[in-house]
């Protein structure tokens, strides 16, 4: 029906059937307006894809971040070779794998600059205080901790929905484990438990 015919109609009825007849006009006038609405729904689906991806490389940089801090005092506190070796490779393998995850945080659009773990500073402050045995049993005791936490947060992102972010959880993994099992046998060895 035609508008202007629809408002000639009204104008020649009754006061009680113009006000019925504006109602269904104002009705049906806005119903079409909301169905030629084009709406577009957040995908929650993404959403938490990105999450997951945002917090895993997050995670993994402090991770890093803490390891090779922890490292480098183990350096210069620590008189055990195979502490002094233990560091000496997670330093190592620590420094290459931050240097991958900026670059991939960047290519997801992450800013993970200055990304510390919660109790990092406690444990710098912790193990900084500390020499001889009691440094080597906090310090690796610590290695062993952090990487079991590693390995589960790698394990997790290896089933990441980004397959880049799931891949390079994949290529690191082995070497946390590694890390992990030096760093036990090294308590089992050295009597640091």
Do not use: W
């Not at 119903?31 to 929650?44: H, I, L, M, Q, V």
């Not at 070779?81 to 290519?107: E, F, G, P």
């Not at 590693?150 to 993994?173: C, G, M, R």
Request: with cysteine; glycine share 2%; net charge positive.
């Amino acid at each position: 029906m035609n508008f202007s015919l629809l408002c000639l109609f009204i104008l020649n009825t009754t006061p009680m059937k113009t006000v019925v007849y504006i109602l269904i006009a104002a009705t049906m006038l806005s119903s079409f307006t909301a169905c030629n609405r084009s709406r577009k729904s957040k995908n929650y689906n993404n959403v938490a894809a990105a999450d997951s991806t945002s917090a895993f490389l997050k995670s993994a940089v402090a991770f890093g971040n803490a390891e090779v801090k922890y490292g480098s005092i183990a350096l210069q506190n620590s008189k055990n070779s195979s502490v002094r070796a233990l560091a000496k490779m997670i330093i190592a393998d620590q420094t290459d794998l931050l240097s991958n995850l900026h670059k991939l945080a960047s290519k997801k659009g992450v800013n993970v600059n200055g990304t510390t773990s919660e109790n990092e500073a406690y444990h710098l402050k912790s193990l900084s205080a500390k020499t001889a045995s009691a440094f080597d049993k906090e310090y690796v005791q610590l290695a062993v901790t952090d990487h079991e936490r590693a390995v589960k947060l790698f394990n997790t992102a290896q089933n990441d929905p980004d397959a880049e972010v799931s891949d390079f959880a994949a290529k690191y993994i082995t070497q946390l484990q590694e890390h992990l099992k030096n760093a036990n046998a090294i308590c089992q060895s050295e009597g640091l438990k």
